[in-house]
Nanobody, 120 residues
Framework: QVQLVESGGGLVQPGGSLRLSCAAS????????MGWYRQGPGKQRELVAT???????DYEDSVKGRFTISRDNAKKMVWLQMNRLKPEDTAVYYC??????????????WGQGTQVTVSS
């Protein structure tokens, strides 16, 4: 069984920073692309950032220059460093990963989500 567990959310003032973490565990053979999605109040879930196993990254336009995604393949972890946060960044943030699992092939997994609230 594979699990993704996020941590690091919370309440922060506009202009502040937060670092989200996500750890994968279970019967994992390898992990391909990892990423972060978010879903704000009354909004659809949107892609925030992705990172391949080789370290190539991609970002949603509104977070470019403010957010940085990184990963450690050996530790099976991915992080999202969020700087200069804005109220519109308020959302539940979800970690996702495409994981190769023994006897099951490639599957997409999701974490349970962590709340990020940007407010004064």
């Amino acid at each position: 069984q594979v699990q993704l567990v996020e941590s690091g959310g919370g309440l922060v003032q506009p202009g502040g920073s937060l670092r989200l973490s996500c750890a994968a565990s279970g019967s994992i053979l390898s992990i391909y692309t990892m990423g972060w999605y978010r879903q704000g109040p009354g909004k659809q879930r949107e892609l925030v950032a992705t990172i391949t196993s080789g370290g190539s990254t991609d970002y949603e336009d509104s977070v470019k220059g403010r957010f940085t995604i990184s990963r450690d393949n050996a530790k099976k972890m991915v992080w999202l460093q969020m700087n200069r946060l804005k109220p519109e960044d308020t959302a539940v943030y979800y970690c996702t990963a495409r994981i190769v699992v023994a006897a099951a092939g490639n599957l997409d997994y999701w974490g349970q989500g962590t709340q990020v609230t940007v407010s004064s």
